[in-house]
Structures are given as structure tokens and as C-alpha cells.
């Protein structure tokens, strides 16, 4: 039985990771939970944001599970997300954005966000220049390399997806330096894959294309920053941030969780969506080599929003979190398993 690191999170994390959890097991997978700490949690307990025994057991297992970790605004430790990326190299962040409501702005949007996610503007090279604090500076770090890396991530990805369309989409008429040496490797690697059609956009009309017309698009690949508003974008045109999973991507690690953080509005109050975490354990289960229960928990979920009855506020439903797990749960029965297809 494989063992997985398991980090709740906080706010609205432990109720979302429990329903994602129940949904996989009821659904076949098998996994030996590590449960640790980081963030706000470690602190409380404490312990520093990212504790060594936190660090070791992720180094061990390579595989991740883990609730929205909240990062202070202005002042306070940096982010623990953030950190947990450059620690263990997980240079690209797999976000896919799929219509499973329907009755949304649009029925039957499919994008992936392939975020770059250990430079960029997200670097965390910041500091006042004075003492007086007259003003502050931050450095952008864009490397070929790590380009280079995501950039070829996303074409191998395209290759898997059912339009071999990808867009890159950067700065480069204004941050000359950074975003153009982003372009510039990206139309390198495109001319080795002539059979998939590859353009790129500014990220400003980008924003715009997207809300106008997703269905030009299909995999984008950007920068950092960009990619982390750019895939709260696409969380919009799907329903909003309780529907978007992401897969943390290294050479040898992968850590899954949601696209939305820890939504301290509404923790506590048993209201979160869990979709984006079953979404995101569903992905975890393919990477560990358990495809089916990953792909039969995908199926109960996406039965579940289909028929609507059961869904939680966010879209517009009444249940609480544990009342859609519960249905999710239920269409698992629904579902066959490869053994009783056979
Ligand atoms: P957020 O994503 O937590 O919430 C934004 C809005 O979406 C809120 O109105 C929230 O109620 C709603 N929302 C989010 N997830 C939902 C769900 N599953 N079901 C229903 N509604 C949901 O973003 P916000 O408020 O900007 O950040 C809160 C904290 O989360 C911050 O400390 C931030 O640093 C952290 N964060 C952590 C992330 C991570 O762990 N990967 C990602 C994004 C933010
Ligand atoms: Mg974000």
C-alpha cells in the first residue's frame, strides 16, 4: 500500500480533505495516510510554518495530499505553498478548469492552466530600499532552464489532450527581458513539434479572450503570477474556485490540492464545495498507479453536479459539505468497477 503525506491545511482544508478522502477510499483507492502540519496549524502548535518532520515525510513518501495553507497578508511568513514548490522543485502546476454545471456562462469549457512554479515574480526577492520605507522592489527571475522544463511539460501534456492546441501567454511587449526569454524559449520548443499548434497571447487580452471566448483556448502555459490569476480565471468559468484541482508536478514528487485557498469567509460553517479536493485526490489516485478509483471517483462527482440535486451554495445548492460527500459517496454504487464490467 503506498503511502501518501497528508497535510489538511487550514480554514475550510480539514472539512474539504475529509470529503476527498472518504470519496477515493469508498471509491477503491488504498493509501497509508502520514498525516503532518504546516502553516498557521504548525504555528499553533509550535512548531515553524514547515516543520523538518513535514519536509522528511513528503521527502519519503513523493507524493502529497494537502488543504489550502493560509499566508498572511503584508507581513507575517512567507508563503508556505510557495514553499513547499521551490523546496522540492515541483516545477509545474497542472491546473485544469472542466464545465460540470450546467446552466453556468458556458456549458462546456475544458482548459488546463500549466503554471510555471518556482520563478517568476514569485521568486520572493523583495525588500524596502530604504529604512524609511519609501519604497520597495521586487525581482522577477526567469531562467531558460526552468522555462525550458514547463514549456516541454506542457507540450508532452498537449500531446494527451483531446485538441493539441497550445498557448503561451506573457508580457513580453513590456518585461523585454523576462517574459520575452519565456517566448522565445516556447517558440524554440514549438518548432521541434510541428503537429501541435502552438500561438501566443498577451496576458492582458488573454484575460479578456477568456472570459469572451474560452473555446479558443485549450492548454495554456505561462509564468507564475500569471498563472495563478489566470487559473483563478478559468475556477470562474467553471463555476467558481470549488471546482479547479491542481497537480503540483516535479521530476519525482507530486503534491495535489485545490486551486482556491483556505476561504476564511467561510470556515466552519460546513458550506465548502470539496469538489476542486476530490477533483485533485482523483489525480493524486492516476499518479499512484490506482487510475480506477481515481476515475470512478471523477465519474460519482460529475454525476452528482449533473443532476443537481445535491450541491452546496457556491452553486446556487443547499447542502452542506458532508451531505454532498455523503451523495457522492452514494453514486459510487452507481459506478461500475472494472471487475464487475469484466
Ligand atoms: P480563497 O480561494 O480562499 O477564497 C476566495 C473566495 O472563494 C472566497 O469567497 C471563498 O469563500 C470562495 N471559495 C474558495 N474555495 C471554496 C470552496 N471550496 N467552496 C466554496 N467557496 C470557496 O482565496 P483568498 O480569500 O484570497 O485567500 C484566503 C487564504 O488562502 C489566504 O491566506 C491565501 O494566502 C490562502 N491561499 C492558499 C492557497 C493554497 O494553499 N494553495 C491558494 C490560494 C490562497
Ligand atoms: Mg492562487
Known sequence: MPTVTLIKGDGIGPEVVDAAIRVIEAAGATIEWDEQVAGVTAVERGLETLPPVTLDSFRDSRVCLKGPLTTPIGSGFRSVNVALRKEFDLYANVRPSKSLVP????????????????????????????????????I????????????????????????QHLTLVHKANILKYTSGLFLEVGKELADDHPEIEFNDRIIDNMAMQLVLDPHQFDTIVTTNMFGDILSDLCAGLVGGLGMAPAANVGEEMAMFEAVHGSAPDIAGKQIANPTALILAAAMLCEHIDQAEAGDRSRAAVERVLLEGQVRTPD?????????????????????????AVR
Do not use: M, W
Open 103 to 138: 446552466g453556468g456562462r458556458y456549458d462546456d469549457v475544458d482548459l488546463v492552466v500549466i503554471r510555471e512554479n518556482t520563478e517568476g515574480l514569485y521568486a520572493g526577492i523583495e525588500h524596502y530600499i530604504d529604512t524609511k520605507r519609501s519604497a520597495a522592489e521586487s
Open 140 to 163: 522577477t527571475i526567469v531562467t531558460q532552464d526552468a522555462s525550458r522544463r514547463v514549456i516541454k511539460f506542457a507540450f508532452d501534456y498537449v500531446a494527451g489532450r483531446p485538441k
Open 315 to 339: 452553486l446556487g445548492g443547499s447542502a452542506t459539505t458532508v451531505e454532498f460527500c455523503d451523495e457522492v459517496v452514494r453514486a459510487l454504487e452507481r459506478i461500475p468497477t472494472a471487475e
